[in-house]
């Protein structure tokens, strides 16, 4: 008898697991799509550590050109600007497969330093921003230790450039965030956009 209930809490504890894996790999399928669109991507000035493993004298550090370039042994010039690490170090591995049998390449982010964005205007603290993670308007403006008095703040526009470099303005309206309306307006930052609060 015991054995018996044993086997029917295992079927048991087995239907649930079968029914209840669709929404299950529905919930992970959304969080690998959020996390895919939330990784890194490199911009000029970034400071990258390439490794390839067991190969001596292939471990630098290399910066990211204005360009959006990096220089490695054996690979060249290669372009990663905007790229994650993880496709960059595919890049690195498919150029190096012409050289070395099986590379094993580990590219890490040393300084993200390319990641800036300015804020100029009425604000207490105006200038350039280095940040290290994901930040919206309302951080970015606390960043620049808040507004002036006279500033206008319904007027306030981020400038943005496409990766042609044609710029776009999005317009922010603080005094409708600070009253809970139009949250969409409050966009996270990229590198690169400028904040202007006239």
């Given at each position: 008898m015991v054995r018996f209930e044993r086997v029917v809490r295992l079927l048991t504890v087995t239907a649930?697991?079968?029914f209840s894996?669709?929404?299950?790999?529905?919930?992970?399928?959304?969080?690998?799509?959020?996390?895919v669109k939330?990784?890194?991507?490199?911009?000029?000035?970034?400071?990258l550590e390439i490794n390839v493993w067991k190969e001596e004298g292939m471990i630098q550090e290399v910066l990211v050109r204005p360009d959006g370039g990096i220089s490695f042994p054996l690979v060249g010039d290669l372009n990663v600007q905007d790229l994650s690490l993880v496709e960059i170090e595919k890049?690195?591995?498919e150029k190096l497969n012409q050289y070395l049998s099986d590379p094993v390449?580990?590219?890490?982010?040393k300084q993200l330093l390319g990641n800036k964005i300015y804020v100029i205007g009425k604000v207490n603290k105006p200038g350039e921003y280095i940040v290290n993670r994901y930040v919206d308007v309302m951080q970015v403006?606390?960043?620049?230790?808040?507004?002036t008095t006279f500033a206008a703040v319904n007027?306030?526009?981020?400038?943005?450039?496409?990766?042609v470099g044609k710029q776009q303005v999005i317009e922010?309206?603080?005094?409708?965030?600070?009253?809970g309306d139009e949250l969409q307006q409050n966009i996270m930052m990229q590198a690169g956009d400028v904040v202007v609060v006239p």
């Open positions: 649930m697991i079968i894996g669709s929404s299950y790999a529905g919930e992970l399928e959304k969080i690998s799509s959020k996390t939330n990784v890194y991507k490199v911009n000029p000035g970034d400071i890049a690195v591995t390449v580990t590219v890490s982010a403006l606390s960043m620049a230790g808040g507004m007027d306030i526009i981020v400038l943005r450039r496409d990766l922010f309206e603080y005094g409708e965030l600070e009253d």
